[in-house]
């Protein structure tokens, strides 16, 4: 395993080369042949691997971290609100970019699920997508945000159209959360699914942003069809 400098001021990312071992996975008696092939897949997949070395909670912190590599919007002092964080994992990678404590950044997560708590950040139980979300944030931050982020997928229903329709919900939920809290010039990530954000979303999104793009990071599996909107800018509401 190599680290290999990314585009975002200096900082390091995660490229994984070499050999290594493979791990084969019986079937055991009760379990199905798909839970063996994703159990199979674990063991093998260096992220994972990586990400427990690490102490991240999951293999997604390193989806971030690409993210913030190549684009640099976690910046130390900044205000990052991390949307449906639990397991925890991108809040994690947000509290070591910004470093609160060293500086005057902010990390405050939330979700419906209570997770345990993340040294530097502020974790809050609650629905975001209540009335009383934004001002609760904002209160809690003593200003607006710096950055939204939105890794959340609804459970996978293995229907893939109902699936893009619940995954893009939840992306447009989190960008009108995100209008309510956001700085002017602030950024907004997000997870979508492969073939680009639906036209209601994109016309918003460049609306209210001067630039939008779409990106598939490295750690995000080959055959998954997630991609992120990466929207920068942010124009503010009037």
Same mark, same amino acid.
């Given at each position: 395993?190599?680290?290999?400098?990314?585009?975002?001021?200096?900082?390091?990312?995660?490229?994984?080369?070499?050999?290594?071992?493979?791990?084969?996975?019986?079937?055991?008696?009760?379990?199905?042949?798909?839970?063996?092939?994703?159990?199979?897949?674990?063991?093998?997949?260096?992220?994972?691997?990586?990400?427990?070395?690490?102490?991240?909670?999951?293999? %997604? +912190?390193?989806? !971030?971290?690409?993210?913030?590599?190549?684009?640099?919007?976690?910046?130390? /002092? @900044?205000?990052?609100?991390? *949307?449906?964080?639990?397991?925890?994992?991108?809040?994690?990678?947000?509290?070591?970019?910004?470093?609160?404590?060293?500086?005057?950044?902010?990390?405050?997560?939330?979700?419906?699920?209570?997770?345990?708590?993340?040294?530097?950040?502020?974790?809050?139980?609650?629905?975001?997508?209540?009335?009383?979300?934004?001002?609760?944030?904002?209160?809690?931050?003593?200003?607006?945000?710096?950055?939204?982020?939105?890794?959340?997928?609804?459970?996978?229903?293995?229907?893939?159209?109902?699936?893009?329709?619940?995954?893009?919900?939840?992306?447009?939920?989190?960008?009108?959360? %995100? +209008?309510?809290? !956001?700085?002017?010039?602030?950024?907004?990530?997000?997870?979508?699914?492969? /073939? @680009?954000?639906?036209?209601? *979303?994109?016309?918003?999104?460049?609306?209210?942003?001067?630039?939008?793009?779409?990106?598939?990071?490295?750690?995000?599996?080959?055959?998954?069809?997630?991609?992120?909107?990466?929207?920068?800018?942010?124009?503010?509401?009037?």
């Amino acid at each position: 395993m190599t680290r290999q400098t990314g585009k975002g001021g200096g900082r390091t990312g995660t490229q994984f080369t070499g050999r290594q071992t493979t791990v084969r996975v019986k079937t055991a008696r009760g379990r199905k042949i798909g839970s063996t092939l994703w159990l199979e897949r674990q063991l093998n997949d260096p992220y994972v691997l990586e990400a427990k070395r690490r102490g991240y909670r999951s293999r %997604a +912190a390193f989806k !971030l971290l690409e993210l913030d590599d190549q684009f640099g919007f976690l910046k130390p /002092g @900044g205000r990052i609100v991390d *949307l449906g964080c639990a397991p925890g994992g991108w809040t994690q990678v947000a509290v070591e970019r910004v470093r609160p404590g060293k500086t005057s950044g902010q990390v405050i997560g939330i979700d419906l699920t209570a997770i345990d708590a993340i040294p530097g950040a502020e974790i809050l139980h609650h629905d975001f997508m209540r009335d009383d979300a934004p001002a609760l944030l904002t209160a809690r931050l003593g200003g607006q945000a710096d950055v939204v982020l939105s890794d959340m997928a609804a459970p996978a229903s293995g229907h893939t159209q109902t699936d893009h329709m619940r995954i893009m919900s939840l992306a447009e939920a989190a960008q009108d959360f %995100a +209008a309510d809290v !956001l700085k002017s010039g602030g950024v907004f990530v997000a997870k979508v699914l492969r /073939g @680009g954000t639906e036209r209601g *979303l994109l016309e918003r999104l460049k609306r209210d942003f001067r630039s939008v793009k779409h990106v598939k990071p490295p750690a995000s599996r080959a055959d998954s069809a997630e991609m992120y909107v990466i929207a920068t800018g942010f124009r503010g509401r009037d």
